[in-house]
Structures are given as structure tokens and as C-alpha cells.
């Protein structure tokens, strides 16, 4: 199967070269369509504290999909293919941070890092969701094998780390390489202004209207951000291979799914479901995607589709088999050891 891909998918560089070119008037469509909803649902959420909470949660959850459609425009100013200019993607993304809560630059060259390595198990632990291959769980001591099992849980996975994330893991430079010293600085700096504009706004709307307002959106935001990550990258049939073995393109298609949803859903999250195309080429805007998906069957042949239904099931993948090349459930795992001894 992997020679056939990439036989069939050998001139890929060439099939979306035409999807790479940024379009202003969409890009500035996409602006006014994320944010204005978002700054207007956030108004809303603050007048309706007076009518009902239930209501502000409700409002809360439709908003976190409009975040989600700004820290898109975040990641495409990221990978500098949203707009033309430079300075513009940057501005733009800068400001969209300040929404997200997740620092411009720094968060950009974690991604980027991601991009050149994933479906690398060398280098899984930066910009990827944490797992181990079944031997290295076989490896671990007991307290350990305990910790992972809690680690990978639902209700953690998708509820605490996302918290963990967004208060800690973006707010200190954690991860850093050389020539990462400017992106280190840039974060200090995001710390600094969104500390800022809370501040502000705390005092100004008073911090438990503050609070009640913002909070929830920024949690639904990150279970869902995490759930998409998650989704389209730890499938049961995704790829992994150590750095000798692996290949761009396989990573790619193999790698990454299509998430299958309802055309509403792709345009609240700002078409990442096209997550395959979306790693051939990081350049390609999010608003050309569909249409490269569209015009070139080719590249949705061979990718694994997977519909909201189907994509529940990936919460019992837990652990990445190279025997198998497949993510496997912690049931599978000792039903193997069992077999083995």
C-alpha cells in the first residue's frame, strides 16, 4: 500500500502548488467572520448572566467554535499563508493570540517543528499529544504504567491537559532550539499583554462577570482544539516510524486524517478537518483546502476518513504497536502480554 501512494501521489508537489496562493479579499473575509461573531456572542454572554447562566454556557459553547476559527487564522499567519505579507500575517496572527490565549510566536515554532516531524517516534515529544509504543510501556515500572494509564484517559486527556496547556505549558518556554531565543522573548511578551487586557478587563466588567464570561469559552476552545489534534493524528491506522524509516509523504496521507463532517462544522473550525492536505503543505490557507480537496480526488484516496461517529471510538487508542503498525487499546495490550508469556 505505501508504494502505491506514493506512486500514485508522486507529482503531489505539483497538484497543489495552484492552492499555495493567499487571497486578501478572503482572508479579510475570514477576519470579519470570526471575529465579529465572536466579540458579539461575548457581549451577549456578559448581558445574559442577568437571564440565566445556562443560557452564557450554551452562548459559550457556540463562541468556543468562533475561537476556534481565530486561532485557525492564528495558525495560518503561523505557517505565513494567510495573507501575502509578511508583516500582516504577523500582526494579524499577534492579535488573534491575545483572543486564544496561546502565545503568536513561540506556539508557531513548536507547530512548524511538528510539521517537519510528525509521525517521527524520535521526535514525538514536541508539538505532538504524549503516547508510548507498546514496548516502552512494557518497559515501564508499575507507578509509571499507572500514571500513563491516568494520563490517557478521556476525562484527563481532553479536560485536565487541555487546562494544563493553555495555564502553564504555553506561559513558559518549555521547548526550545537554537535560534529560539526571539520566539522566547515574543512569549514573555504575550504573557505579559494578555495579563494586561485581563486585568483590565477584570476591573472594568468586575472579575466574576469576567471570569464567567471568558473562562468557559477558552476551556471549550481547548478541549475542542485538543480533540481535533487528537483525532487527526492518533488514529488506529495513523503512521509512525523512527526518523531512518520515515517519508514526508506517507507521514502526510497516512498520518493525518480527514475528518468527514457536516459543512457547517468544517467552516466553525476553519476547515482543519482537511488535515492531510493540510500537512502536504503547510502554505496552502485553510480557505483553499476544500477546493484543493474538491478538484483532486487523488488525494482522498488514499487517506483515512473518519466521520464524528467514527471518530469516537479512537478514545480507546492508547498505545502505538510498530509490530502491527497500529495504535492499539490498553485491553489489546495485555490480551498481547498474556499470549507472550
Known amino acids: 500500500m505505501d508504494q502505491e501512494i506514493k506512486e500514485a501521489l508522486k507529482d503531489w508537489a505539483k497538484i497543489i502548488k495552484p492552492y499555495k496562493k493567499s487571497n486578501t479579499q478572503k482572508a479579510i473575509i475570514q477576519v470579519l467572520n470570526s471575529f465579529l461573531p465572536f466579540i458579539g456572542l461575548w457581549v451577549l454572554m456578559y448581558f445574559s448572566l442577568s437571564w440565566s447562566y445556562w443560557i452564557t454556557l450554551g452562548l459559550a459553547i457556540i463562541n468556543s467554535f468562533f475561537l476556534v476559527r481565530i486561532f485557525i487564522i492564528q495558525h495560518d499567519c503561523g505557517h505565513q499563508s494567510f495573507f501575502k505579507a509578511r508583516k500582516w500575517n504577523n500582526r494579524v496572527g499577534w492579535v488573534c493570540s491575545i483572543f486564544s490565549s496561546i502565545p503568536y510566536r513561540y506556539w508557531a515554532a513548536v507547530h512548524s517543528y511538528h510539521h517537519g516531524h510528525t509521525g517521527q517516534l524520535d521526535h514525538r515529544d514536541v508539538g505532538d499529544i504524549n503516547f508510548l509504543t507498546v514496548s516502552e510501556f512494557r518497559a515501564l515500572p508499575l507507578h509509571k504504567k499507572l500514571f500513563y494509564r491516568i494520563f490517557r484517559t478521556p476525562v484527563f486527556l481532553f479536560f485536565i491537559v487541555p487546562i494544563i496547556y493553555l495555564c502553564l505549558s504555553n ?36 472579575w466574576a462577570n469576567f471570569f464567567m464570561v471568558h473562562l468557559p469559552i477558552v476551556f471549550c476552545f481547548g ?101 502491527q503498525q497500529r495504535m492499539i487499546s490498553f485491553r489489546e495490550f495485555y490480551r498481547l502480554e498474556k499470549l507472550r508469556a
Not at 493525518?256 to 462544522?265: C, E
Open 171 to 206: 506561559r513558559y518556554p518549555f521547548i526550545g532550539f537554537k535560534g529560539w531565543k526571539s520566539a522566547h522573548r515574543a512569549q514573555y511578551f504575550n504573557n505579559i499583554a494578555l495579563a494586561g487586557i485581563f486585568i483590565f478587563l477584570g476591573s472594568w466588567l468586575g
Open 223 to 323: 478541549v475542542t482544539a485538543f480533540w481535533f489534534f487528537y483525532v487527526q493524528h492518533q488514529h488506529e491506522e495513523t503512521y509512525m516510524q523512527w526518523g531512518d524509516k520515515w517519508d514526508y509523504l506517507l507521514a502526510a496521507i497516512r498520518g493525518s486524517t480527514y475528518y468527514n463532517l457536516p459543512k457547517v462544522f468544517h467552516w466553525l473550525t476553519g476547515n482543519i478537518g482537511y488535515h492531510h492536505i493540510h500537512h502536504l503543505s503547510s502554505k496552502i490557507p485553510n480557505y483553499n483546502l476544500p477546493k484543493c480537496a474538491k478538484e483532486n480526488p487523488i488525494l482522498q484516496k488514499y487517506v483515512h476518513k473518519l466521520s464524528f461517529r467514527e471518530s469516537l471510538k479512537t478514545v480507546h487508542n492508547k498505545l502505538w504497536d510498530e509490530e
